[in-house]
């Protein structure tokens, strides 16, 4: 059979027996799931028995690259990860950026799955169907970008690795993976899982090839997203500074609270220490994409002068040092950048890493936690920064809780739980307070929890002041259907809870074809481009519609498997404190309020009504927050639907 | 192609490595024109990297210098002299 877009074949390996095998990819089952996260959610519901110990022999991790991955579909990068995460118990997917997903279609298989433990520490290699479980002993205790660098010594830079730290090796759940040295896969602890596996890394490099159906059409739809990346005044912007582009404006709105969320810092303050001025000033950088990527926003950094002078790093999201570091912990832009490397080499969750430390700060503040149990006193500044890193290291003491995350530390200091703000253990790297935007909401109601990057999704609803006939366009643009515009769009406002699950479902299918979704790239596509995209290189047809029902067959197939594991609609509340207490930025005290800030949500009933529409826009059970069988029957899940039966939903 | 034509050719491209992003978007259109099938490792030139940083862009021996490549660089790194992008 003659594959298009597809390579056509998955790769089965079981770590504890050694055995390596292939087979066909299920072509009904690609159609129905496109790819990438869709087959991925979709192998595991069959795979992974319920409830079990994520860092059991028992748990599985399903790579998988999206539809596209492999082509010059603009932005066609995502490789995903679907595994059972430690950190919250949770089944969900993790997607990163890099040549993983791409590389491992030239060597023949869309998805790999791995099962078992393996005595020793090993990687596995990938060199088309000559695939190997190595010894890793060496690459064991090295850095992720010391383990990288010695990969493509051996394979070639022009092979590409997926690599766990320190953090991983050693069952950190607060931890992750990097695709290239680069690209953050895995929030929640894919790391520790893939420790627990003792698999240390995955280098893969595909002399094959990827065929694609209709080369003409595909040029077509290619040319025209070309040019609609070119109508983009800030393209040049993203390139050379990446995310850090927004800084400034983020400053201004005060979406960077620090101090355990209780405040937002002066904007004029830190655009000085840390605006794009200062950027220049301290950094020399070069543009990473990852392959196919035409607006790229990636960097490799390098500090020109001051404190860690000559220091060279790489940067995904490349305002992660200010956003994480150097802003909650008053730290010199040279210092941020030192503390985003030393986490990235260690693989431990920039998001949850920096945020814990700002909780213990606090709960050190009320006497909640002692010197003697951190063995110091936490400080907002760069010597606690880098100790706590080496501490959730070394699991000594409280950091052994610690480094298990928010819920681990709530389980051992129950008092906590009041001033942690989570959302099934992933913290938010934005507040609801400062805008209640789609990307927000989603951070409650994600099976994965808070793990989406505010303010990064296409289509952008987490800035605020949109005016609405800009979101009517947007909600017509996502083909979200008249029907559900009309219980949106309300008395001149708009719902961001009911907007929320047509995001969902469109970003969900990106997932399935391996498409990027941050806002200068989600933006080049749309249902109908991405469809038709599909199709051009597949040869299988697919609707817009049809596109965006798969991406919602997913993310219910996604929430059954976690209703399973005992997920419901208490896992989904708005914190405490956010409706409790206000943010303090400059002069204002934000406090929660409706998109258009037209209406203040000040108690828990009034939050709850929010998750009401929610679950109503679904179609899902709204006591529950569980999807119906009738709702699981219609996408075309009888296997959820029976689950759901089962488990004593109706 | 004779070795001056090709001197020839190689001159009327501009190679800016320090602006190579490593999309590889220029190996994967030439495979697939050349080859029927999308990897870079197939095209007749390639990206040299380390650390993540482009080094060097070079053109294999088999490289006729059509200009496609050119045609998909949206960072600047390849350029025909006298216009193009």
């Known amino acids: 059979m003659e594959y298009y877009g597809y390579a056509g074949r998955i790769l089965k390996v079981d770590l504890s027996t050694g055995s390596i095998k292939t087979e066909k990819l299920d072509m009904d089952m690609a159609k129905k799931f496109l790819g990438g996260q869709g087959v991925n959610t979709r192998l595991i519901f069959d795979l992974l028995k319920p409830k079990i110990d994520p860092l059991s022999p028992e748990n599985v991790i399903i790579f998988g690259a999206g539809a596209l991955c492999g082509t010059p579909a603009p932005a066609a990068t995502k490789f995903s990860a679907t595994t059972k995460f430690p950190e919250s118990g949770i089944i969900g997917t993790a997607v990163g950026c890099g040549g993983f997903g791409p590389m491992l279609k030239w060597a023949g298989y869309d998805h790999i799955i791995v099962t078992g433990v393996s005595e020793k520490p090993v990687y596995l290699s990938i060199m088309d169907d000559n695939v190997e479980l190595q010894d890793a002993s060496d690459l064991w205790g090295k850095d992720i970008l010391e383990a990288t660098e010695a990969l493509y010594k051996k394979y070639g830079n022009d092979s590409s690795v997926l690599c766990i730290g320190p953090a991983g090796e050693k069952l950190v759940r607060m931890s992750l993976a990097l695709i290239d040295g680069i690209g953050h896969i895995g929030r929640g602890g894919l790391a520790a899982v893939m420790g627990s596996k003792k698999l240390k890394a995955m280098v893969v490099r595909g002399t094959k090839g990827i065929k694609i159906a209709d080369v003409e059409r595909f040029w077509k739809i290619f040319e025209f997203i070309v040019g609609r990346a070119f109508t983009d005044r800030n393209r040049l912007r993203w390139i050379k500074y990446g995310l850090h582009g927004v800084s400034e404006a983020w400053f201004e709105g005060g979406v960077v609270p620090v101090k355990n969320r209780r405040e937002s810092p002066p904007a004029e303050e830190a655009i000085k220490t840390y605006g794009l001025k200062a950027f220049d000033e301290v950094l020399e950088s070069y543009p990473w994409a990852g392959p196919s990527c035409i607006t790229s926003d990636k960097l490799v950094m390098k500090v020109k002068k001051g404190e860690f002078e000559g220091l060279q790093t790489l940067a995904s999201t490349t305002n992660n040092p200010v956003i994480f570091f150097g802003l909650p912990f008053n730290l010199s832009f040279n210092q941020g950048v030192k503390c985003h490397d030393i986490f990235n080499r260690y693989g431990i969750d920039e998001i949850n890493g920096s945020y814990i430390i700002e909780v213990l700060i606090e709960l050190y503040e009320k006497g909640l936690v002692t010197e003697e149990q951190l063995k110091m006193k936490p400080k907002p500044d760069f010597e606690t920064v880098v100790k706590a890193a080496e501490m959730i290291i070394k699991r000594e003491g409280l950091w052994d809780v610690v480094a298990d995350g928010l819920l681990a530390l709530i389980r051992k200091i129950p008092e906590a739980s009041k001033y942690v703000i989570h959302n099934k253990g992933m913290a938010f790297p934005f507040d609801a307070r400062v805008c209640l935007g789609v990307e927000v909401f989603d951070m409650l109601t994600n099976p994965r929890g808070a793990q989406s990057f505010a303010l990064v999704r296409t289509p952008s609803l987490a800035i605020p002041n949109i005016p609405i006939e800009m979101v009517k366009v947007l909600a017509a643009t996502y083909q979200i259907p008249m029907g559900a515009r009309r219980r949106i769009f309300k008395d001149g406002e708009w719902s961001t809870a009911r907007f929320t699950p047509y995001v969902e479902n469109n970003n969900t299918a990106f997932n399935c074809l391996g498409l990027c979704y941050r806002f200068f790239i989600g933006r080049l596509y749309n249902p109908v481009i991405a469809s038709s995209m599909y199709s051009a290189i597949t040869g299988i047809p697919l609707s817009p519609e049809e596109f965006l029902t798969a991406g919602e067959r997913v993310w219910n197939l996604q929430k059954a498997l976690n209703v399973r594991e005992g997920f419901d609609r208490k896992d989904d509340a708005i914190p405490e404190r956010w409706i409790t207490e206000p943010l303090k930025f400059g002069e204002k005290e934000l406090r929660l309020q409706n998109y258009t800030r037209t209406l203040t949500i000040s108690t828990r009933e009034e939050a709850e009504k929010l998750l009401d529409d929610y679950y109503d826009e679904r179609g899902w059970d709204i006591k529950t927050g569980v999807p119906t069988k009738e709702k699981l029957t219609k996408l075309g899940l009888p296997e959820a639907a029976n689950l759901i039966t089962e488990l004593g939903y109706s | ?85």
């Open chain 2, 1 to 85: 192609m004779t070795t001056e034509e090709r001197a020839l050719m190689t001159r009327k491209f501009e190679l800016h490595p320090e602006k190579c992003s490593g999309c590889l978007q220029c190996l994967m259109a030439c495979s697939l024109k050349y080859e029927g099938v999308v990897n870079p490792l197939k095209a007749r030139s390639k990206i040299v990297r380390e650390g993540g940083i482009t080094k060097r862009i070079v053109m294999s021996e088999n490289c006729t210098f059509c200009g496609f490549c050119v045609s998909v660089c949206y960072y600047g790194a390849r350029k025909l002299k006298g216009g193009g992008s």
